[in-house]
């Protein structure tokens, strides 16, 4: 299998190339910039310009398109970009396109959730063989969320907000699995083994960098606030991970001491 992976250097992309690797594909590598480790033929590709697209399609039997730009301009790389994507598919007879999106982006109201949906629509439309599996938020996509934060004196958070978060490997494994010419179409969700509260989250990454900042719950009065609240982002009956939030961050290496629950109460300064 000749195999590209777009989005090759982001956080799934890189959990992609070398399980691709190891499980036998040819992988070929794309993205704007080159990866760290130069393990992968690599090809420079623009989404949303298209620049790159025939030479990175050249001899390619499956796709797995985990390029994105949620800070971006998410219109132009993730719908024009995978429209671009999937006639320079089809017109190198392309045998799978494997497509990871998000759980709950046609309940929860985020423009970037709304690009998810539409490339999902563009995909489906087109006349290319594909694969779409929707995951939940991955552990790595949290914890650097709360680096974000970790330097503040408090880290004001909608605490009731409820994600599953699953480890970036175990969503690679399930796409690598896909990855071969027999596309699957939709495929059921997957999510981490625990939903859990953004306020028990990140108490436990408090607790695992040794850090005493209180939580303090941050209330946000708008529709997307109440849609996570409400669970849309989780899939408990889907919760095909197995690497807990706790175990995650204890396998990160930064943790620190004892880890307590993540569900524990943290500090009494804690309002959430
Ligand atoms: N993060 C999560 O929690 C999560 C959960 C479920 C599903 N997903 C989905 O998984 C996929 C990968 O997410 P991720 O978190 O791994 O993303 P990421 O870390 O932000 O990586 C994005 C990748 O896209 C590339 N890229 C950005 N703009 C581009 C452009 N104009 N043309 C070509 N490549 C471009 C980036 O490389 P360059 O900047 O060098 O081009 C990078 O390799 C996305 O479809 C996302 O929706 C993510």
């Known amino acids: ?13 890189t959990a992609l190339v070398s399980r691709l690797q190891a499980a036998g594909h040819e992988v070929r590598a794309a993205s704007r910039s080159p990866p760290a480790d130069g393990t992968a033929d ?14 990175a399609l050249e001899g390619v039997d499956a796709v797995v398109h985990a390029a994105t730009a949620p800070t ?3 219109k132009a790389v993730d719908v024009e970009g995978t429209r671009r994507l999937l006639e ?13 999106s998000i759980v709950g982006i046609e309940s929860i109201p985020y423009s970037y959730y709304e690009h998810k949906l539409a490339a999902e629509r563009v995909i489906e439309d ?16 949290v914890a650097d969320s709360f680096d974000t934060l970790s330097k503040l004196p408090v880290w004001p ?11 970036v490997g175990e969503v690679a494994d399930v796409l690598v699995e896909a990855a ?21 989250l990140a108490r436990g990454y408090r607790t695992a960098k040794g850090l005493r900042r209180p939580v303090v719950r941050l209330p946000i009065p708008t529709a997307t606030f109440r849609a ?30 004892t880890p307590t629950s993540a569900s524990g109460s943290g500090s009494p300064a804690d309002t959430t």
Not at 42 to 55: H, I, M, N, T
Not at 244 to 255: H, I, K, N, P, Y
């Open 88 to 100: 320079a598919a089809a017109d190198a007879a392309v045998e799978n396109v494997v497509y990871p």
């Open 126 to 141: 087109s006349d290319v063989p594909h694969t779409i599996l929707r995951a939940t938020q991955f552990h790595e996509f």
């Open 72 to 74: 971006g301009d998410t």
């Open 180 to 200: 071969v010419p027999d596309p699957r179409g939709r495929m059921a969700p997957m999510g981490g083994p625990e939903v859990h509260s953004v306020g028990a």
């Open 228 to 257: 996570f609240r409400d669970g849309e982002a989780t899939c408990p009956d889907r919760a095909v991970g197995t690497v807990t939030w706790q175990e995650w961050l204890q396998a990160d290496g930064f943790s620190s001491g």
């Open 157 to 167: 958070l909608p605490t009731e907000m409820r994600i599953q978060p699953v480890a």
């Open 42 to 55: 690599w090809v420079e590709l623009d989404l949303a310009s298209g620049d790159g697209l025939p030479a």
């Open 1 to 13: 299998m000749q195999t590209l992976v777009t989005g090759a250097t982001g956080t799934l992309g």
